[in-house]
Antibody
Framework: QVQLVQSGTEVKKPGASVRVSCKTS????????IHWVRQAPGQRLEWMGW????????MYSENFQGRVTITRDTSANTASMELRRLKPDDTAVYYC????????????WGQGTMVTVSS | DIQMTQSPSTLSAYVGDRVTITCRAS??????LAWYQQKPGKAPKLLIY???DLESGVPSRFSGSGSGTEFTLTISSLQPDDFATYYC?????????FGQGTKLEIK
């Protein structure tokens, strides 16, 4: 059973950066397409970007261009998301999720990481 | 970006009822649509992908239909475990946008 395990709760001040990690179980990391989705309190889910764990290729939502970077460490079976220049509006639960192949949806999700941005 | 709009935003129903949730896309997304169930404090769970394919392990009382711009999620006989919030998501374009959610409440 594939699992995604995320790093813990973060509290940051406005203007700071946050890095959230997502570790996969098993030895199939290179087959993953890891996406990052966030959910502000009471709001809809919002897609941020994704990384091809095999070749490292990335794509980002225009809403976060220039502020977000997604990376992977194949030796540690881990993907990470860094969000810079944090604002209070970035307070949300951040999820990593794997998109299945072809027309499949986001079939495996991490447990979520709460990021609070407050002065 | 493709906009996704769900209706209704809130739905009250009894255990055993048949319910339908609608999702509309601002432009055609063919069959590139998924449905998720989310319970408070938990990550979303994939129910349906490619508009009508049931994810492995999901009960058969859940079904999806539609193509182009209009889609539906139907639960044939509501069970107590089904009261949650449901989201549609398009993956036709790389914006991967979600609907605003439909909260299904016990009547």
């Amino acid at each position: 059973q594939v699992q995604l395990v995320q790093s813990g709760t973060e509290v940051k001040k406005p203007g700071a950066s946050v890095r959230v990690s997502c570790k996969t179980s098993g030895n199939i990391f290179s087959t993953f397409a890891i996406h990052w989705v966030r959910q502000a309190p009471g709001q809809r889910l919002e897609w941020m970007g994704w990384i091809n764990a095999g070749n490292g290729g990335t794509m980002y939502s225009e809403n976060f261009q220039g502020r977000v970077t997604i990376t992977r460490d194949t030796s540690a079976n881990t993907a990470s998301m860094e969000l810079r220049r944090l604002k209070p509006d970035d307070t949300a639960v951040y999820y990593c999720t794997n998109k299945g192949p072809g027309l499949h949806g986001f079939d495996v999700w991490g447990q979520g990481t709460m990021v609070t941005v407050s002065s | 970006d493709i906009q996704m709009t769900q209706s209704p935003s809130t739905l009250s129903a009894y255990v055993g009822d048949r319910v339908t949730i609608t999702c509309r896309a601002s432009q055609s997304i063919s069959s590139w649509l998924a449905w998720y169930q989310q319970k408070p404090g938990k990550a979303p769970k994939l129910l349906i992908y490619k508009a009508s394919d049931l994810e492995s392990g999901v009960p058969s009382r859940f079904s999806g239909s539609g193509s182009g711009t209009e889609f539906t999620l139907t639960i044939s006989s509501l069970q107590p475990d089904d009261f949650a919030t449901y989201y549609c998501q398009q993956y036709h374009s790389y914006s991967y946008t979600f609907g605003q959610g439909t909260k299904l409440e016990i009547k």
